[in-house]
């Protein structure tokens, strides 16, 4: 009744599996990628990860536990890491040793009373390693006695992670205060008669530094994995109620789908469809707007409308730019909105440099007082010049401002059905402006080299203020004839207007 093929038995997992042959075995997981073979490796490396400060394969193994996914990420750097770091820890081993031995006189130098460098050294090399083997052995014990199993309870990993993170914080601080305090003749002392002890005990101050920060991050995750612990779960039966939580899930969903059937996608394809005509109607009202706004209100109209706000102001400054571009305006109305950007920049630039101008031009009249009574003041007017040029052309533009304000407030036009002509408002400023120009101009090329010399050593400033002024002056008066044809232009269509418009009312009643 027996067939001739004898039935295998499956192969255990436990230590206790073993052959005829070759006695005992243990059946091991061989990783199938990169992450994993570093995993298995660092996870090997370990328990003699123990008798070193930094504990790489605590860390990796620790966020293996709390996310697989990043352990096996991280798990390539570890590896690297823990060789590195067990390869440098394995000489700083060897030499701390022979740095012991070597210097043992420091143990009895007069400076060891207070330094405690040979000390330091020594309880910084046998007490982690000491503590590291310990700890290994502990955890080897436990993992033997597999508490869990027998028991149904374990010792939680972060009591086992404590004692090392707090032993290399109390190693790292009182190294750090044995070296601030160190005086500069122990100091000396060490470097030249124990160089090797010194820098063996440097290298250890830094190092359980760096290792209390590697402690930490170790406390911290396993207390993390301890808090996660304390709740477990069984997966098996969380992953049963997460499937019967989606199939219900599911059902309603289906149930409500059922129900709601045809009418439910009509109203979605009439909610689309309102949607779309909203959104159409929205964008020609919009495309209607920008287009209206357009038409109304273009580039060239705002810098117009900046100018035309400017202009009060620019009435202190010699430079009418404004009312050149207004009288273009007037008489072109293409050529002023096209010109009227440039001079919008323009007169901004124009009032900054004056607004310059004239704190200069104060500070030197203050300043260079005393040119006033200069032997050479009865023949330049140097001093005289530059207080003229400040204080008329300023004072004339704020009462010219101040008019204009008023005729506009007035609106004598509204309510007397006549106007000031704007000429008559423009040729005070253009005349004053073509008289200094000109007397400036006279007074320089008339000044002898005396004068010259003496204005340049002792009144620079206000030599370097009149010379400005002068320039300006002739600027200014350039821009004041450009005004005064412009507005005469402007006068004389305005005048051309009237007389044709007189000639057709009497043309109407003749006829």
Not at 44 to 56: C, D, G, R, W
Not at 120 to 141: E, N, S, W, Y
């Amino acid at each position: 009744m027996f067939s001739g093929k004898s039935k295998e038995k499956p192969v255990e997992e436990s230590a206790g599996a073993s052959d005829d042959e070759l006695g005992p075995m243990t059946q091991i997981d061989v990783p199938n990628t990169f992450q994993g073979w570093c995993s298995l490796i660092s996870r090997v490396l370990a328990p003699a990860e123990e008798l070193s400060p930094f504990k790489l394969g605590q860390i990796q193994k620790l966020i293996g536990d709390i996310n697989a996914d990043a352990g096996l990420f991280v798990a390539p750097g570890f590896v690297m890491g823990q060789i590195v770091f067990l390869i440098a820890f394995t000489i700083y081993l060897v030499v701390g040793i022979i740095a012991l031995v070597a210097d043992f006189g420091a143990a009895e130098d007069s400076c060891a009373a207070d330094s405690w460098v040979w000390i330091f050294v020594l309880l910084a090399l046998a007490i982690p390693t000491g503590l590291g083997f310990v700890m290994g052995l502990v955890k080897t014990g436990l993992n033997m006695a597999n508490l869990k199993k027998r028991f149904g309870w374990d010792v939680p990993p972060a009591l086992l992670s404590f004692p090392g993170p707090v032993l290399y914080v109390v190693l790292g601080v009182l190294g750090i205060m044995l070296w601030v305090n160190m005086t500069d003749a122990c100091a000396s002392s060490y470097a030249g008669s124990y160089f090797l002890l010194f820098i063996i005990f440097k290298i250890q101050v830094i190092m359980f530094g760096i290792a209390a920060i590697f402690g930490a991050i170790t406390t911290f995750s396993q207390t993390v994995v301890f808090i996660n612990n304390m709740n477990p779960e069984d997966p098996d039966l969380t992953a049963l109620k997460k499937t019967l939580n989606e199939a219900e899930e599911s059902l309603q969903a289906a149930e409500r789908d059922y129900v709601s059937g045809a009418e439910q996608i009509v109203s979605k394809l009439k909610k689309q469809v309102a949607d779309a005509e909203r959104e159409r109607d929205d964008a020609k009202a919009q495309l209607k707007k920008e287009e209206e706004f357009g038409e109304q209100f273009s580039f060239g109209e705002m810098s117009s409308l900046i100018v035309k706000h400017l202009s009060p102001v620019e009435e202190l400054s010699p430079f009418k730019l404004g009312q050149v571009q207004e009288l273009i305006g007037q008489i072109h109305k293409e050529t002023g909105d096209l010109v009227a950007p440039y001079f919008a920049v323009a007169i901004v630039f124009f009032l900054l440099l004056f607004c310059a101008y004239l704190a200069g031009a104060i500070v030197a009249l203050v300043l260079d007082f005393a040119a006033m009574d200069a032997a050479c003041a009865a023949d330049s007017w140097v001093w005289l010049y530059v207080l003229l040029a400040v204080v008329i052309p300023t004072s004339l533009g704020f009462v010219m401002g101040v008019v204009k304000a008023a005729l506009i407030a007035a609106d004598l036009k509204e309510r007397v059905g006549w106007e000031i002509p704007p000429v008559a408002l423009a040729l005070p400023g253009p005349i004053l402006y073509i008289v200094l120009g000109v007397l400036g101009i006279v007074l320089w090329v008339t000044m002898d080299a005396s004068c010259k010399s003496y204005y340049t050593s002792n009144a620079g400033l206000l030599f370097i203020v009149f010379k400005v002024q002068v320039v300006l002056m002739a600027i200014a008066s350039v821009f004041g004839i450009i005004t005064c044809v412009a507005q005469a232009s402007v006068l004389f269509a305005q005048l051309s207007e009237g007389r044709e418009a007189e000639e057709e009312t009497a043309d109407i009643k003749s006829a």
